[in-house]
């Protein structure tokens, strides 16, 4: 496994240097002054592939740069785009696949080993601890879908908004006086509705009798399942949310995941 940036390679080794054993992952690394010409060359991808020893051809690219994937697809290598500016996908045509974030790559399909962390449909992740009071939202999640979804204020939650990709999430879910519940959560845009800010939308997997806006709910938020969909029809993205319902009821069960059920974090009142 191969670095490859347009970066100088003191800058590649002073940003790597606050990730702890990442330097060590890659055989080799290269900086954008270490070759003639940078990205959107090819130069810098066919040295990397030699010296890492393997043919080109056989290499697989994962980029977030538009002239990466041109640099990519021009030293004859397959490339994987993950656009770092959401929503401009089709500026990266010319990749082989486009997915939404790094939680989304499969390697198996490139012909490398299978990632062995997922569990059962689910991608277990460090855990992320957010709240706040419950808002309104566009007022559709009840009415359109039939999935009600107690929304979090994306400003209060914007730093772990900027960390996590768009995409189906789940965990635990605290209300407080009323219980811990679990959760499954979309992140994002809702390309089907379209939406233009990212927004927090838990569903708790719970009957409740009434509302419960402005009341404090915290989240811990465990796992990932997939990434935003748009969907033909308002059934087909009922029923793929209600997929999502059970692959998080099920996996909620796995002492993996279980275990945050009793977190303090999600009793406390302010
Ligand atoms: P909004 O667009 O305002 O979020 P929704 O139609 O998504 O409206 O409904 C969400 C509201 O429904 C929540 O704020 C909460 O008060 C209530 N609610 C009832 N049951 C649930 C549930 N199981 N999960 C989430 N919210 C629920
Ligand atoms: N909306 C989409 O447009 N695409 C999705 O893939 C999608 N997945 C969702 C998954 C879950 C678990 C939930 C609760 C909602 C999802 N929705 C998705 C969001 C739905 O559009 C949202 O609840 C409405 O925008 C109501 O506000
Ligand atoms: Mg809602």
Redesign the pocket.
């Known amino acids: 496994m191969a670095l490859a940036s347009n970066s100088p390679r003191a800058s590649i080794e002073s940003k790597i240097f606050y990730h702890q054993g990442w330097k060590e992952l890659f055989s080799v690394i290269i900086g954008g002054d270490e070759v003639k010409m940078g990205k959107p060359s090819p130069e810098i991808f066919l040295e990397a592939a030699k010296r890492l020893n393997i043919e080109p051809s056989s290499c697989l690219v994962i980029e977030d740069s538009v002239p990466g994937v041109t640099a990519g697809k021009a030293a004859g290598m397959e490339v994987v785009a993950v656009p770092s500016i959401p929503k401009q996908s089709h500026l990266y045509t010319s990749a082989d696949e486009i997915i939404n974030s790094l939680l989304d790559l499969q390697p198996e399909k490139w012909g490398l080993p299978q990632f062995q962390d997922w569990v059962e449909g689910t991608l277990p992740l460090e855990p992320s601890y957010i709240g706040g009071p ?12 039939g ?5 979090l204020s994306a400003e209060e939650n914007s730093d772990f908004l900027s960390e996590h990709p768009s995409g189906v999430y789940f965990g635990w ?1 605290g209300l407080s006086n009323r219980g811990v ?1 679990k ?1 499954v959560m979309s992140i994002g845009w809702n390309p089907y509705f379209n939406n233009t800010e990212k927004t927090i ?8 009798h ?4 402005g ?1 404090e709910l915290r989240l811990v938020v465990v796992g990932y399942i997939r990434p935003e969909a748009n969907f033909p029809s308002l059934e087909r993205l009922v029923a793929k949310i209600h997929n999502d319902k059970k692959v998080a009821e099920r996996a909620l069960d796995l002492p993996l995941y279980s275990k945050y059920k009793d977190d303090p974090l999600l009793k406390t009142t302010l």
């Open positions: 419950v808002i309104k939202g566009f007022g559709r999640g009840s009415k359109v879908l999935i009600p979804t107690a929304n879910a519940y959760m939308e838990p569903w708790l997997l719970h009957e409740f009434e509302d419960f806006y009341e």
